[in-house]
């Protein structure tokens, strides 16, 4: 199973990350996401965005809650951040910090795009484990790229649940907990409104209908009870909430028309013990 493909997933939160900078009032800065996107990659997810612009501000306020995560976990102390389906995520540039590493973890094809094009700008790739998360022994991986399976690690998994079986995504958990006993998980994920084109919005079902279409990729599962995390995989939330509320506090002005799609899209920290 493909988690990013170059061309696909990977170019979209670049995109939504690039066009950041045009906005009067930037809810987040990455200075880096340009680097990855060349001309077609643009106009394709331009069209998508007019199509559906609820995608495009949806994604925004994603990115600043990670953001935020990241931030806050840095702040209390840890100091290794993994994240899993990283794509051209910077985010081991934008908040490094004396101490802590990052490492990320993808396909072969797109990790090696994504370090050519940091050579090419003289930026130093951080550490990487190739291969798709949910079929390598990933604690393994990390413990060869020098991770410390013991110290306490913050995995970031924006954009990558909905289109994982939820029993791999219960076990993938289960084997991470076994593993690496210091455990923080910050991921966001659809309701099954979303999957099962129950929402009664129109324009929901049209873009699940032009993201498989398009991109060949599909959004397969949705939560709409996080007791599972708790129960099933023996982990602790400690924060979650609607993208909603997160457009609320970064852009409360735009909340009424963007209510129903970020009413649907949501986070979620898991933390062991």
Request: proline share 5%; glycine share 8%; hydrophobic share 40%.
């Amino acid at each position: 199973m493909k988690i990013n493909e170059v061309g696909s997933t990977a170019f979209f939160p670049a995109c939504v990350r690039q066009m950041e900078k045009d906005e009067a009032l930037p809810l987040f800065e990455d200075p880096y996401a340009g680097w990855f996107i060349d001309e077609e990659a643009t106009a394709k997810f331009r069209e998508l965005i007019r199509t559906f612009p609820a995608v495009r501000e949806t994604a925004r306020y994603r990115v600043c809650i990670m953001n935020e995560t990241l931030e806050r976990a840095i702040t209390d102390g840890v100091k290794q951040v993994v994240t899993l389906g990283a794509g051209f995520d910077m985010r081991s540039q934008i908040f490094r910090a004396p101490g802590v590493s990052f490492c990320d973890v993808d396909q072969p094809g797109v990790l090696e795009f994504k370090r050519n094009v940091l050579e090419e700008h003289g930026v130093a790739p951080c550490a990487a484990v190739p291969g798709n998360y949910l079929e390598i022994d990933l604690p393994g991986e990390l413990g060869q790229a020098g991770f410390d399976l013991e110290a306490q690690t913050l995995f970031i998994w924006e954009g990558n649940t909905m289109y994982l079986p939820a029993n791999l995504i219960h076990d993938f958990l289960e084997r991470l907990r076994a593993r690496i006993p210091s455990l923080i998980v910050a991921f966001d994920y659809f309701s099954g409104k979303i999957i099962h084109r129950t929402s009664g919005n129109e324009t929901m079902t049209a873009t699940s209908d032009y993201f498989e279409r398009n991109f060949g990729v599909k959004w397969v599962t949705g939560f709409d009870d996080l007791f599972a995390f708790e129960e099933g995989n023996k982990l602790k939330i400690i924060r979650s909430g609607a993208m909603l509320d997160v457009c609320m506090r970064y852009a409360p002005e735009s909340a009424p028309a963007l209510a129903e799609w970020t009413g649907l899209h949501s986070y979620c920290v898991l933390k062991t013990g």
